[in-house]
């Protein structure tokens, strides 16, 4: 039976039904559903709104019922209208009477924002739990391969050495800040809504505050219109679980680029690679290309969100019902790459040798031999050119800074010495950059060190 029979002297055609129907996607909230509506009712009963008796017996077989359907012995309705309506209908096919009294003092509107709230709070804290394993599967890894040599890379163009653990850094701060961000969102998302009824409260003397309590929120809603009206925090988890998307499709575009055979610098196990149907010598790394390929859905995501919402006066409208899956999708695609993608980098082999060989042959040390110059006097400017015009000199005869006769450098400027070999060595290149957030191996060490500290104190 629809909640709203009364009103109508017909029965609701067919497909307008299953066009209007989201039971299909919102019974995922059914655990949460009941576990409102048992806070629901004990809230009624303490308040004397209905008999102590009825709300006992109601969240007695509220819990039977979400036994039931954890063990499989009661299938979810596919035909119900939603999952608030199959949760009340199967309880008051079960007790009678009493079953109907569940829904005193309460509308679908401040249920639903109740329902989804309780189930983004916990997609949060799974989501950070993902987000917290890939930081640190990348910090483990990082100091590994802390003083590893590779070049860094401004218009992917080779710029200035940097090591391997470095790099792997950078993406454990961008996770580091979603982290927050999701923090940030649950804390806001954390007020119980339900109390708001349809849109203006209702004249029953709830206690809110014990509502709230019992469902672990902070605090309650402080406005009916906004309490149902509110998705908010919809767009704005959709928003942050965007941009973990497009810090993994990042990620992942540097994967591929160093999977490829002109780059070389890393190799993915087979158990996260896929082969050609057509090519035998093929080694596709599919689970990166899938990740950034999924980061575009998750933008569209938001996109509906905002779309849908754009437009909507106070308080409730049905269009709201989209919320469910553009946020659902967003959720379920960002823990189903994080799945992929953790285990991908931690087996992930790397290859030192070639991020090494490719720092040698890329005039990446140009502004340590600049800076050489600085430190003998010259002003940075003229050391520039001077060494602009070597590195010119170098690629007409196939050579490389270290290669270059000194008698060459000399010949451009005479402050040149045989010092200049030890100034602008990778390693050394590497090791000075030790300034605060720098590439030296000492600070990638103390940097992983000092996040997953952070990690294991929150």
Not at 41 to 49: E, N, Q, R, Y
Not at 239 to 254: K, P, Q, Y
Not at 320 to 345: H, Y
Not at 416 to 444: H, K, M, Q, T, W
Request: glycine share 6%; aromatic share 6%; proline share 3%.
């Amino acid at each position: 039976m629809k909640l709203w029979a009364g009103r109508f002297s017909k029965e609701i055609d067919q497909k307008t039904n299953d066009f209007n129907s989201s039971i299909s996607f919102d019974s995922r909230m059914i655990e949460e559903d009941i576990q409102g509506s048992i806070a629901h009712a004990t809230m009624l009963g303490s308040c004397g709104i209905i008999e102590q008796s009825e709300a006992d017996l109601i969240c007695k077989e509220l819990k039977q019922i979400c036994t039931d359907i954890l063990n499989g012995t009661l299938s979810i309705a596919p035909n119900a209208e939603d999952v608030h309506t199959f949760v009340e209908g199967e309880l008051t096919q079960r007790i009678g009477v009493s079953g109907k009294r569940l829904h005193t003092a309460r509308s679908r509107n401040d249920q639903v924002a109740l329902d989804i709230r309780l189930y983004l709070k916990k997609e949060c804290d799974l989501l950070y739990n993902q987000i917290t394993e890939l930081i640190t599967v990348l910090c483990k890894k990082a100091i590994v391969h802390k003083g590893d040599v590779m070049p860094g890379y401004t218009h992917l163009q080779r710029a200035q050495p940097i090591t391997f653990g470095h790099h792997l850094m950078a993406y454990a701060e961008m996770l580091l800040r979603d982290l927050g961000r999701l923090k940030d969102a649950k804390a806001r998302m954390d007020e119980l809504p339900l109390g708001a009824g349809a849109l203006a409260g209702t004249t029953y003397p709830l206690n809110r505050s014990l509502t709230a309590q019992l469902l672990g929120f902070d605090r309650v809603t402080n406005n009916s219109l906004d309490s149902v009206a509110d998705r908010d925090f919809c767009v704005e988890l959709a928003s942050i679980v965007a941009l973990a998307m497009v810090h993994l499709s990042r990620f992942s575009e540097e994967i591929i680029l160093w999977c490829s055979w002109e780059f070389k610098f890393v190799e993915l196990d087979d158990a996260f690679s896929t082969g050609s149907s057509i090519m035998p010598q093929k080694k596709n790394p599919d689970i990166a290309e899938l990740v950034r390929g999924k980061s575009g859905r998750v933008i569209g995501d938001v996109v509906t969100l905002l779309t849908m919402l754009k437009g909507l006066p106070l308080a409730y409208n049905k269009d709201m019902q989209e919320d469910k899956e553009a946020i659902f999708d967003a959720v379920d695609t960002l823990k189903m790459c994080l799945t992929a993608f953790i285990p991908m980098i931690e087996t992930m082999k790397v290859l030192p040798e070639n991020m090494r060989n490719a720092a040698a042959r890329g005039f990446i040390n140009a502004t340590d031999c600049a800076d050489y110059l600085v430190n003998k006097g010259l002003a940075f400017r003229d050391a520039y050119k001077i060494t602009g015009t070597l590195v010119a000199q170098c690629i007409e005869q196939n050579l490389t800074l270290e290669t270059l006769p000194l008698e060459d450098y000399r010949t451009v400027c005479d402050t040149f010495d045989n010092d200049i070999y030890n100034a602008i060595s990778l390693d050394r290149c590497v090791n000075e950059r030790n300034v605060l957030g720098a590439p030296a191996p000492e600070n990638v060490q103390a940097q992983a060190t000092r996040v997953l500290k952070l990690l294991t104190e929150q």
